[in-house]
């Protein structure tokens, strides 16, 4: 399907004839086909340059509107009517799908300069779809969108919570302030948890909350290096939750190895 191709629904041979030779002198073409079925077989195998010409009966129009509309939806479409038209009829014309509406009082440059509006709109439209990050490539991306990830690849803790598995089979050696950030924040994921149980008081040595940042950044970097970004969140004036996948048994076996720590309640 083209985006430029342009319809132009008529009833009335002398006024096409006029808009026709209007048109040629601003490099449009119009073309007159016979019937909707050839019509429209010409707008698939055609490049949109020419505007395909359909006479139409005023019982037939939003028939002909919606049949057009089911196979070139980006289309432009122009109704052109000999008589005078009421303002309830264009605007049910253009309800219907129609891009624009003319009667007897037009000139024929105004349906020229319409087709000349709807063919910048369409190429606006290609330019936007083509860049980077574009409908279109976010479309094509969805089309080949990779197979969603198997139930295994998820966050997971093995060796009593010294290694991280990652989705992608990375295994990272946790050390201790780590590990023992990893087990708490898996332990209630995704809920969050304030700095201070992220890291165990002794008598030796004091938790701050920027020993608990430091300790994080330091895993999200090693992670990062592996291209792959850790999923844990800093929550402002709360503290910080794990929003990545995580088993449940893993879970059970974290609550567990933090409750042997004597570290955890």
Known sequence: ?????????YD??????????????WGVRVE???????????????????????????DNVFLHINRIRMDFPAAGLIIVRHEKMA??????????????CFD?????VEV??????????????????????????????????????PEFALWDLTENGWTLLTPKGH???????????VQVLFAVSPQTVERERLFPLDESREATARSVDVLISRLKRKLSAMGE??????????????????????????????????VYD
């Open 112 to 149: 020229v300069a319409c087709v000349q509006a709807l063919r910048r709109r369409a190429y606006a439209l290609r330019q936007s779809l083509r860049g980077p990050g574009s409908a279109l490539s976010r479309a094509m991306a969805l089309d080949h969108k990779p197979e969603p990830e």
């Open 171 to 181: 295994s990272v050696m946790l050390t201790r302030g780590e590990r023992r950030i």
């Open 87 to 100: 303002g309830l009829e264009r605007g049910h014309f253009l309800l219907a799908g129609a891009d624009a």
């Open 32 to 58: 007159l086909v016979e019937t909707m079925e050839k019509c429209l077989a010409q707008a698939h195998a055609s490049g949109g340059e020419q505007v395909l010409a359909l006479s139409c009966l005023s």
């Open 12 to 25: 009335d041979q002398a006024s096409l004839r006029q808009i026709a030779v209007e048109s040629e002198q």
């Open 229 to 262: 970004e850790l999923p844990i969140r800093s929550v402002r004036g709360e503290g910080y939750a794990f929003v990545g996948k995580v088993p449940l048994a893993c879970q059970e076996l974290t609550r567990v190895s933090l409750s042997n720590d004597e």
């Open 1 to 9: 399907m083209t985006i430029e191709q342009i319809f132009l629904l």
């Open 104 to 108: 007897q009082d037009a000139l024929p």
